[in-house]
């Protein structure tokens, strides 16, 4: 079974401070993503990665960079963390980018902004 | 964006089949239809995915209108650790795959 593993489950963060979450997947797939959960709101991408050092905007980038220099491991970075980016966030992949191939979810982070 | 419509909640009890609908309002002829559960505190698990055909898996079926416009997951035999919420989407590529409000799944012993 794909395996993928985000380094925390929980974080509290103080507001401007530089925010790391990290996630890795086992499986050699090529495509990466992370997205934030909110109540209402359902899952909205910030971020996808369909290569090593290859990223792209998703629907919600404003405030976070993503870094992947490994295959395996794709991170996601909070510049200036605000408390409007206090959210449930999630890291997928997937095989390849067709609507064909299903993505594999980590159990999440949930990050509070105080 | 894929738009896709379902019941809010629903309820079932153990034991017994489980028929989850969705509507896919937005589907093109390249759109794989997905279908995802979340449990509580957990990361979103892939459950089933087809194009055309009707499709089985160890977890569930998944039985796909002739037009496409609708799909219907089906667990055979509920228990409680189905309850959960599920999602339906559909997309040409995974980047597209959309995750909506879903159906809040209550199965009762």
């Known amino acids: 079974d794909v395996k993928v593993t985000q380094s925390s489950r929980y974080l509290v963060k103080r507001t401007g401070e530089k925010v790391f979450l990290e996630c890795v997947q086992d499986?050699?797939?090529?495509?990466m993503f992370w997205y934030r959960q909110d109540p209402g709101l359902g899952l909205r991408l910030i971020y996808f990665?369909?290569?090593?050092?290859?990223?792209e905007k998703g629907d919600i980038p404003e405030g976070y960079s993503v870094s992947r220099e490994k295959k395996e491991r794709f991170s996601l970075i909070l510049e200036s963390a605000s408390t409007n980016q206090t959210s449930m966030y999630l890291c997928?992949?997937?095989?390849?980018?067709?609507?064909?191939?299903?993505?594999?979810f980590g159990n999440g982070t949930r990050l509070t902004v105080t | 964006d894929a738009k896709t419509t379902q019941p809010n909640s629903m309820e079932s009890n153990e034991e017994e089949p489980v028929h989850l609908p969705c509507n896919h309002s937005t589907i093109s002829g390249t759109d794989y239809i997905h279908w995802y559960r979340q449990l509580p505190s957990q990361g979103p698990e892939y459950v089933i995915h087809g194009l055309t055909s009707n499709v089985n898996n160890r977890m569930a079926s998944l039985a796909i209108a002739e037009d496409r416009k609708s799909s219907t997951l089906i667990l055979h035999r509920a228990t409680l650790r189905d309850a959960a919420v599920y999602y339906c989407s559909h997309s040409g590529s995974a980047r597209q795959l959309t995750f909506g409000s879903g159906t809040q799944l209550t199965v009762l012993p």
């Open positions: 499986m050699d797939h090529e495509n």
């Open positions: 997928a992949s997937s095989l390849s980018g067709t609507g064909g191939s299903p993505l594999h």
């Open positions: 990665s369909y290569d090593v050092k290859m990223k």
